[in-house]
Every structure is written in C-alpha cells, then in structure tokens.
C-alpha cells in the first residue's frame, strides 16, 4: 500500500489512465476541470485517486522537462489539460 499522496505507481498510472486512455475521455476530464474548478467532487475524486487517496498540498515536482514545479496540483492538472499532454505524471 502507498503512503497517502504519493503518486500512483508506473502500474497503477496504467490502470488509472486505462479508462481515460482514448483522448476524448481525457479531453472530457479536463473540460469538467475547466468548467468547473478543482473542487468539484467528481475532479477532486479523480485526483485523489491518482494520489492514493490525497492530493497533494504545496508544490508539485513533474517529470516535464523545463517545467518540473507547480504551486499546487490543481494547477499542474491545469497544466496537462492546456497543454494536452493528459498522461504526464507528477
């Protein structure tokens, strides 16, 4: 079991992303984020989820090369969504 708020495993980002693998279901993600912010319940299950349970407060280390921090993981999530770049992992 991992430590809550830690970032899923390369296996279990496999899982998680396995049902929005197909673009569209990702792009849908981030539509609900843009419409409706980082505290709607559905967007905040999905992060909690990819964070075994919490998500992460203060900032965020990415493995994007020239970008590696973020204020917050809300934002880092904005981030993949603007760029579409849906599967990077933090």
Partial sequence: A???GTPLSDQEYRQFFRSLRATHH???ACHL???Y???NPL????DEYE???VIPEGP???ELPGTPFFPDFCTFSF???TRKRYFIKV
């Fill in 37 to 39: 912010g980082c505290q």
């Fill in 43 to 46: 967007v905040r299950r999905l």
């Fill in 2 to 4: 991992q430590q809550p």
């Fill in 33 to 35: 984020r843009a419409l």
């Fill in 26 to 28: 990702a792009s849908t």
């Fill in 79 to 81: 981030y993949r969504c």
């Fill in 60 to 62: 965020i280390c990415s």
């Fill in 51 to 53: 964070n075994h349970g």
